[in-house]
């Protein structure tokens, strides 16, 4: 349908917007609230606290000792400094060849709360399989379909190995790089590349992905890390003022303290493992919550299971012991747990990893499904240990946190044709020479509903589904791209 000029996007999106909220109830708060700008909202995050049931200082080792292995002393100690002074992370994003629009812009909004000398801390998750929808076998490009991203392989796998985790993923090598650039040549030749993607992508191929500081790496985490912290500088220029990256797989950073909080007494996870009584109160008060578990099927208790082909397979809690579907039990045993986590038997759930974070008082930000799953787990914890023995813990996380999420939102856009404007992503960053500062300062500016809305039909179909989509009234893409291009920041 055609739409007047005058008429604001937000009008045409309350459909959408209200659709959502019935699912996620976080954007419902959030729509409810007054809209202030993305500088202004990501800013105040740092003014949350949530009381620590135990010290950060491992916390902030181990992400300081990542960060010296990846970027060296200097960066080492900004972010030390940085995670003394605040303890939000950000816990959004998939371990993958960061490209894909959604985790990109959620990145970019991020950065806009954090100083100039400041360290952007984020924490990707590699318990996904290699053909997850952000794709980390390779790279996503912009297609003919703005529905539909394309994708560039790089990892040689097969049809087994895409359902490997992300996290237990080989690396590439050169000769993987040099397959993909032949691709890229198919693709421009079959006209399926917008203009400049063509060289980006040899630059990020040749540039980027084959530097020695990321091939010298044999995992896929650690190239992955590698290569974002170098295509975050890419995508900012040499003139931008923007933070620096400390872009770290979750489960590697989080494990170690997980096994030392098995062994002690005072740590929360290791008594809402052990201690029977307030373990059956947690089972029970988060039994169903996302990414937690759930008596009828769904989820996982505490752990994932890693099959011989390096899947992950639910476990469920049955008296003193794990079971896995054969049956097979792994009792809760600090000294079966730590052997089975140590040798990549196990690997922690989400919850478990989240858990980690909320006894040491780190605030989490992710997207509005986390806020939502998140605050369940937060009040289901409290709920629990104020009906046991642990009413002191139960008053530090019964603390409110206020509405902060990055993922789903954007701040910059790009016009690829007549009518057909998109969320910018790695590739089309690279492709125009990365963000110059009048970038950021119209970002800083953009307000809070109007970053929601390019991402918003990709977000209606990923929660709703096609069919709920195609039943919301939406104007045509022509009218609705006019819209946005004369509110949004574009390259």
Sequence with gaps: MAVPSH??????????LEALAQHRPALAALLDSEAPALGPFVGSFHHAALPAIQDRGDYIEAVTSQVRTFQGEAAALRAQARLARSPVVFTANHLCLESMPLTVQSMLVASLGESEDGVLPVEASGLIPADNSSFPAGLLLDGPDPSHLQRL????????QRHRLALGLEGFRSIDLESARTKVETLAQEGALFPGDREALHRLLGEVLAHEEVLRHA????????????????????????????????????LPLLLQDLRREDSLLGRVIFDSDLRDEVLRRLDGVPCCWSQAGGGTTFFWKVTPEGRTSPLRAANDALLDGEGHALPFHAEALEEALRTGQLLPSIFTTLTVGLARGLVQVGGFSQLDYLSRIQRGLAEALAATSYATWSAHLSTGLPLMLTAGLAGLVLRRGPGDLRSVGGIALLAKDG????????????PLTEAMLPELPGLVR???????????????????AALLEARLPHL
């Excluded at 008429?7 to 959408?16: C, I, M």
């Excluded at 170098?230 to 003022?241: C, F, Q, S």
């Excluded at 963000?435 to 953009?446: A, G, K, P």
């Excluded at 709703?464 to 009218?479: I, K, N, T, V």
Aim: aromatic share 8%; glycine share 2%.
């Design 462 to 480: 990923l929660v709703l589904g096609d069919e709920a989509y195609r039943r919301l009234s939406m104007p045509e893409p022509a009218a609705w």
């Design 7 to 16: 008429v604001h996007p937000l009008e045409l999106a309350r459909p959408f």
């Design 153 to 160: 392989a790089i990892l040689p796998l097969t049809k087994k």
């Design 435 to 446: 963000l110059v500062e009048t970038h950021r300062t119209q970002m800083r500016s953009l």
């Design 219 to 254: 995992s896929f985490a650690d190239q992955t890390a590698a290569a974002n912290l170098r295509l975050w500088e890419a995508w900012h220029g040499e003139n931008a003022h923007a933070p620096l990256l400390a872009y770290l797989p979750c489960e590697s950073l989080r």
